[in-house]
C-alpha cells in the first residue's frame, strides 16, 4: 500500500530524527540504570569539567586585581585551596544526606523551607544558563583569539553553533554526550598538569629569594597602608576570583546519573573535582607570581604563563598553543554540566509545581528534552543579548552561584543543629559549615557591591523575575488541586446499593474504555458521567492507565517497580466500584515515558478484544481559559482523541469544570 504525503513526511521526519538523536531506550530494562550512568571519572568530565574549567578566568581575575600587590598571591593560592577543600567537604556531606540529588534546591527546601528552596532553584536555573553561556562565550573567544580580527563578526554566530551541537548532544543521551567530550577533557588536564608542574620546579631555587621579596613587600605595605590596607586588597581579590569556585555544585545536583553505589560514586567525583580544582587554581596562582607575569593586551595571563614556559623550546610555540586551545575546549565541554544538572534541577521544581508538570517528563532517550531544549535555547538568547561579554557573564554567574552556596551553608547548618541528638559528629559538621557559609557570604555581598552597576542587577532582576512566575505557577498548581480535593471528598466514598457484578465482560456488548490516573475525584467523575450520559447503553467497563516514568519516580528499578504497583491498585480501584454499580469491568495498563504512545496503543489492544466500543477521557475545562493554562495543563486528551479517531476509534473527551 503506497504511502500518502503527509506519512511519507512524518517516517522522513522521524527518520532523521532517530539517526541524529538516536533509538528509543526501554524503560523496563532491568539494566537501563546501569547502562545511561556515570561512573566516577566520566562524571568528573561530564560535571566536573564545569568547576576545572573556572580556572581559566577566575585565578586571573583575582590576580590582576592584586595590582601591584603580587606578593599576596601566594597567600591567594592557600586561600583557594582551602575554600575548595571547604565547599567541596560540604557538598560531600549534602550528597551523604540528599542521595538522590537536586543539590541546593533539595537542600534549602528540606532546611530552611519552600521560599528558600525556589529561591536557590531560580537562582541555580540561571545559573546553569550562565555556565552554557560563558563557557561558549569563553571558548569562541579563546579560539577566535588566533584568527584575524576581521573573522571576529562570526564569533557569536559560531558561538551559537557550539550550543545547538551540545543541544543535540544531550537529546542523545546524558552518557552519549560525556563520552564524546572526554579526549577534550584529557587534553587539557594533561598539558596544564606539565605547564604548572613545569612552571613551580623549574623555579624551585627561586623560592628562597621569593619569601624574602614576600617577607619585603609585606613590610613595605604594613608602613604605607596598614593591615587593614592589605586584607581590604586581599578580600577584594579573593572576592573577585569567586568564578574560581563555580560549578563545585553540580556533583550533588546531578547525582542521579552516576553509577551504584551513587554516594560513594559521588563521592569519588567531588575528591577528584576537588583535587583538580585546587592544584590548577593554585598552581596558577603560583606560576603567576614566580614568573612574574605581567597582563598583556588581548591575551589571558594563562597563555602569557604558556608562551614564557615553552617559548623557547623547539616546538614550544606549538606546546603553548594546544596548552591554550584545550581551555577553549574545555570551556566547550564545561557547558555540557549545565544541560546536565540544569533540567534535572527544573524537574525536581516540577515535581513540586514550581514549574510545567511537562519539564518533569522523559523523552524516549530517557533525557529530560523540554529541560535541554529550554536550557539551550535561553543560553544562545542571552549570548547575543551580552554580546557575549565574558566579564558581564562572569558576574552574573559567580553571583547567583554563591547565593546557591550561601543557602546550602546556612541549610546544612540548621540542619546538624536541629538534628544534633542524632549525628554524633554535629559539632565538627557545623563548624565545617560554618566556616563555608561565612566564606560564601563574604563573597556573595562583595561580589555584588562590587559589580552591582557591572550586571549584577541584571542577574538578580531575572532570578527575582522567575521566583514571581514558580509562584504564580505554584499557585495555579494549588488551586487545582482543591479543586480536585473538593472532588475526592464527594465521590471517592460513594454509596452503591446491591451485590458486586462479577460477571466476566461480553466481547459483543458495548464497552466503555476509561482512561484514568490514579484513584482520584476527577476518575470517578468520568466514570459517573459515562453512566449518566449513556443510560443503559454501555455494559462492560475496561479502565486504562498508563504508568508514566517520570524524572520523580526515574530514579532505580524499584521506584518504576513502586511506579507499577500504585497504578495497579488504583485501576483495581476503578474496576471494583465499577462492578459495585453493576457492570462488568477490567483494566489493562503499561508503562512508558509519556501518554500518548502508551495509551493509544493500549486502546487499540482494547478496541481489537471489544469492537464494539468507545473511549472516554477527561479534561480540565476552566471558565476563561488562556495561554497559561493551556502550558499548564497539557493537552493531551485531545491529543488522543485525534490519534485514535484517526485508527477509526470512537473517542470523547468529558469535560470537568473548574472555578478557576
Same mark, same amino acid.
Given at each position: 500500500m503506497p504511502f500518502s504525503e503527509s506519512e511519507f513526511i512524518t517516517k522522513l521526519v522521524n527518520k532523521f530524527r532517530r539517526t541524529v538523536?538516536?533509538?528509543?531506550?526501554?524503560?523496563?530494562?532491568?539494566?537501563?540504570?546501569?547502562?545511561?550512568?556515570?561512573?566516577?571519572? /566520566?562524571?568528573?568530565?561530564?560535571?566536573?569539567?564545569?568547576?576545572?574549567?573556572?580556572?581559566?578566568?577566575?585565578?586571573?581575575?583575582?590576580?590582576?586585581?592584586?595590582?601591584?600587590?603580587?606578593?599576596?598571591a601566594v597567600f591567594l593560592a592557600i586561600a583557594t585551596a582551602i575554600t575548595v577543600w571547604i565547599i567541596s567537604y560540604s557538598y560531600s556531606k549534602i550528597i551523604e544526606h540528599f542521595p538522590h540529588g537536586g543539590g541546593g534546591y533539595i537542600v534549602a527546601t528540606h532546611t530552611l523551607g519552600e521560599k528558600a528552596g525556589v529561591v536557590s532553584g531560580a537562582a541555580l536555573l540561571v545559573d546553569y544558563i550562565l555556565t552554557i553561556t560563558v563557557s561558549i562565550a569563553a571558548c569562541g573567544a579563546a579560539l577566535f583569539s588566533f584568527l584575524p580580527i576581521q573573522y571576529h563578526i562570526y564569533k557569536i554566530?559560531?558561538?551559537? /553553533?557550539?550550543?545547538?551541537?551540545?543541544?543535540? /548532544?544531550?537529546?542523545?543521551?546524558?552518557?552519549?554526550?560525556?563520552?564524546a567530550l572526554t579526549p577534550i577533557f584529557a587534553v587539557f588536564f594533561l598539558t596544564h598538569i606539565f605547564m604548572i608542574g613545569y612552571g613551580i620546579f623549574s623555579h624551585t631555587f627561586d623560592f628562597a629569594?621569593?619569601?624574602?621579596?614576600?617577607?619585603?613587600?609585606?613590610?613595605?605595605?604594613?608602613?604605607?597602608?596598614? /593591615?587593614?590596607?592589605?586584607?581590604?586588597?586581599?578580600?577584594?581579590?579573593?572576592?573577585?576570583?569567586?568564578?574560581?569556585?563555580?560549578?563545585?555544585?553540580?556533583?550533588?545536583?546531578?547525582?542521579?546519573?552516576?553509577?551504584?553505589?551513587?554516594?560513594q560514586t559521588g563521592k569519588r567525583t567531588m575528591a577528584l573535582m576537588a583535587f583538580s580544582l585546587a592544584f590548577t587554581a593554585a598552581g596558577l596562582f603560583l606560576c603567576y607570581m614566580l614568573l612574574k607575569v605581567e597582563p598583556v593586551e588581548g591575551r589571558t595571563l594563562n597563555a602569557v604563563v604558556a608562551d614564557m614556559l615553552f617559548g623557547k623550546w623547539p616546538m614550544g610555540n606549538w606546546l603553548a598553543l594546544v596548552t591554550i586551545l584545550s581551555e577553549g575546549a574545555l570551556l566547550f565541554v564545561a557547558a555540557q554540566t549545565g544541560f546536565i544538572d540544569g533540567p534535572r534541577v527544573m524537574s525536581n521544581m516540577a515535581v513540586d509545581s514550581w514549574l510545567p508538570h511537562r519539564f518533569a517528563s522523559l523523552s524516549e532517550r530517557l533525557t529530560m528534552n523540554n529541560g535541554v531544549l529550554l536550557m539551550g535555547i535561553s543560553s544562545i538568547v542571552l549570548l547575543f543579548y551580552t554580546k557575549g561579554s565574558i566579564s558581564v557573564l562572569v558576574i552574573m554567574y559567580s553571583i547567583n552561584v554563591f547565593l546557591t552556596f550561601t543557602l546550602s551553608q546556612l541549610g546544612?547548618?540548621?540542619?546538624?543543629?536541629?538534628?544534633?541528638?542524632?549525628?554524633?559528629?554535629?559539632k565538627g559538621y557545623v563548624l565545617v559549615f560554618v566556616i563555608g557559609l561565612l566564606l560564601c557570604l563574604t563573597i556573595l555581598l562583595i561580589a555584588i557591591y562590587e559589580k552591582f552597576f557591572h550586571g549584577g542587577w541584571l542577574t538578580l532582576a531575572i532570578t527575582t523575575l522567575l521566583v514571581i512566575i514558580c509562584y504564580r505557577i505554584r499557585?495555579?498548581?494549588?488551586?487545582?488541586?482543591?479543586?480536585?480535593?473538593?472532588?475526592?471528598?464527594?465521590?471517592?466514598?460513594?454509596?452503591?446499593?446491591?451485590?458486586?457484578?462479577?460477571?466476566?465482560?461480553?466481547?459483543?456488548?458495548?464497552?466503555?474504555?476509561?482512561?484514568?490516573?490514579?484513584?482520584?475525584?476527577?476518575?470517578?467523575?468520568?466514570?459517573?458521567?459515562v453512566i449518566r450520559n449513556f443510560p443503559k447503553l454501555?455494559?462492560?467497563?475496561?479502565?486504562?492507565?498508563?504508568?508514566?516514568?517520570?524524572?520523580?519516580?526515574?530514579?532505580?528499578?524499584?521506584?518504576?517497580?513502586?511506579?507499577?504497583?500504585?497504578?495497579?491498585?488504583?485501576?483495581?480501584?476503578?474496576?471494583?466500584?465499577?462492578?459495585?454499580?453493576?457492570?462488568?469491568?477490567?483494566?489493562?495498563?503499561?508503562?512508558?515515558?509519556?501518554?500518548?504512545?502508551?495509551?493509544?496503543?493500549?486502546?487499540?489492544e482494547v478496541a481489537r478484544e471489544y469492537p464494539r466500543s468507545t473511549v472516554f477521557a477527561s479534561k480540565l475545562i476552566f471558565t476563561r481559559e488562556s495561554i497559561f493554562h493551556r502550558f499548564l495543563h497539557n493537552e493531551t486528551p485531545f491529543a488522543l482523541q485525534q490519534r485514535l479517531q484517526w485508527l477509526g476509534i470512537t473517542t470523547v473527551v468529558l469535560p470537568i469544570r473548574t472555578k478557576i
Open positions: 538523536i538516536g533509538g528509543p531506550k526501554d524503560v523496563e530494562d532491568p539494566k537501563i540504570f546501569h547502562k545511561i550512568s556515570l561512573v566516577a571519572l /566520566l562524571a568528573w568530565i561530564g560535571l566536573g569539567a564545569d568547576g576545572l574549567s573556572s580556572s581559566s578566568y577566575g585565578p586571573e581575575e583575582a590576580f590582576r586585581a592584586l595590582g601591584t600587590h603580587t606578593y599576596l554566530p559560531f558561538c551559537a /553553533l557550539l550550543i545547538i551541537i551540545l543541544i543535540i /548532544l544531550n537529546l542523545r543521551g546524558v552518557k552519549e554526550s560525556v563520552t629569594p621569593i619569601i624574602g621579596n614576600v617577607h619585603d613587600s609585606f613590610k613595605t605595605d604594613m608602613q604605607t597602608i596598614g /593591615l587593614i590596607g592589605i586584607l581590604a586588597i586581599f578580600v577584594r581579590a579573593y572576592s573577585l576570583g569567586a568564578g574560581t569556585y563555580t560549578g563545585i555544585e553540580a556533583v550533588s545536583n546531578g547525582l542521579l546519573v552516576m553509577r551504584e553505589p551513587r554516594v546544612m547548618t540548621r540542619y546538624f543543629i536541629t538534628h544534633r541528638k542524632t549525628e554524633i559528629k554535629w499557585n495555579h498548581y494549588e488551586t487545582v488541586k482543591k479543586g480536585a480535593r473538593e472532588l475526592d471528598e464527594m465521590l471517592l466514598d460513594l454509596p452503591t446499593s446491591g451485590s458486586k457484578n462479577v460477571e466476566p465482560l461480553n466481547p459483543k456488548e458495548m464497552t466503555a474504555v476509561v482512561l484514568v490516573n490514579e484513584y482520584n475525584g476527577f476518575g470517578v467523575h468520568t466514570l459517573l458521567s454501555y455494559k462492560n467497563f475496561v479502565f486504562i492507565s498508563v504508568a508514566v516514568v517520570d524524572s520523580g519516580s526515574f530514579k532505580g528499578a524499584q521506584e518504576v517497580d513502586a511506579l507499577k504497583i500504585s497504578v495497579e491498585d488504583s485501576l483495581k480501584k476503578y474496576v471494583d466500584i465499577a462492578r459495585r454499580f453493576g457492570f462488568p469491568a477490567d483494566y489493562r495498563m503499561d508503562v512508558g515515558i509519556e501518554v500518548i504512545e502508551t495509551a493509544s496503543q493500549l486502546c487499540q
